[in-house]
């Protein structure tokens, strides 16, 4: 299959799993670095590669402000990337001698691993077992919701990032949601290191791609996805950056496409595929990039990095500046994703990270 070739969706009308799956926790996998091999081989790369590539062919040649239908789903999601939004303006940078890494990422962070206080204690709650129709937040505090389910045989107690996720996941999928709820937290940074890069953003990928795979989200959601979601994710996690001063996790410098994100610029190149004027040799142009960045996920990127960093485009983003001389956006498309697969996906420090559950399983793709 050629590069960028658009991989064939779910089909809308398979069942959501059942509320009996046996979900898990997920956890790490790739332990060293002959250990790469699994991954390369593993359903969970399969997946995922198949999910980025829907995604870029679904946004093609499409502005930001195309129309597109909007669910309740992604409505949920936005409200869910707006909390946290909302817990940055709650949570003030400290005063501190480092310039950058500021502490008060770390109490930002843990309010994902809060504990209700209402919730001193573990209510085992089998995924197999009723499920009461409710929601998190009309509910009263005390009423009986299935705020701890089985996972693995152990009750688990749901910390605010699985209340995130509850606001998404329906009622039913309510075993599925300490699984989904791993890779959310590891979506917005490291709170030891206050770091944030592609790993953490695959892991929001990775995300998106699990509520898929559990139905929460379909076919028909793809450009929303996107356009509404992921774009939604990359401001809150340009606060986050500018808010904390986080460092760039894993970053190559100069020689690396971007400090912080990678996938925009896929999709963002697909959105700008056939475009009847804007050429790559644009991007580097302060007055196109001004008048178009609002349509377009590529453009926005390079105003965010022209707004963060000093001195000649050419010499501070070196990559990006050689990729302006492509001839064409697919071109560049094509490009881009080959690049991913081996600066990001191909990575052992990057992938090292990555967590695997029964979503996105470590065991090769099943042959048909």
Known sequence: MAEGERQPPPDSSE?????????????????TVPDMGKWKRSQAYADYIGF??????????????????VSEAIEKLVALLNTLDRWIDETPPVDQPS???NKAYRTWYAKLDQIPPW????????????????????QP?????????????????????????????????????PEVAVYLKESVGNSTRIDYGTGHEAAFAAFLCCL???????????????????????EVMRKLQKTYRMEPAGSQGVWGL?????????????????????????FVDEKAVSENHKDYMFLECILFITEMKTGPFAEHS?????????????KVNQGLIRMYKAECLEKFPVIQHFKFGSLLPIHPVTSC
């Not at 590539?53 to 930001?64: C, F, Q, R, S």
């Not at 910390?159 to 009622?171: D, S």
């Not at 971007?258 to 644009?282: C, K, M, N, V």
């Not at 070196?318 to 302006?324: G, K």
């Open 15 to 31: 069942p959501s799993p059942a509320a009996t799956q046996n979900f898990v926790i997920p956890k790490k996998e790739i332990h």
């Open 52 to 69: 980025i590539l829907t995604l870029n062919e679904g946004v093609k040649g499409k502005k930001l402000t195309f129309e597109y239908k």
């Open 99 to 101: 310039r950058f890494g």
């Open 119 to 138: 919730r001193e204690e573990p209510w085992p709650f089998s995924a197999a077992a009723w499920l009461p129709v409710w929601h998190p937040i009309a």
């Open 141 to 177: 505090a005390h009423s009986l919701l299935p705020m701890d389910v089985a996972v693995e045989g152990c009750s688990h107690i749901w910390a605010e990032a699985e209340n995130l996720v509850a606001t998404v996941v329906p009622a039913h999928l309510a075993a599925a949601v």
């Open 212 to 234: 898929c795979k559990i139905g929460v989200l379909r076919v028909d959601d793809q450009i929303a996805i996107v356009f509404r979601v992921f774009n939604r994710y990359l």
């Open 258 to 282: 971007d400090d912080f994100q990678f996938l925009p610029f896929i999709w963002g190149s697909s959105q700008l595929i056939d475009h009847p004027y804007l050429e790559p040799r644009h």
């Open 318 to 330: 070196n990559q990006l500046w050689n990729i302006s001389a492509v001839p064409s956006w697919s």
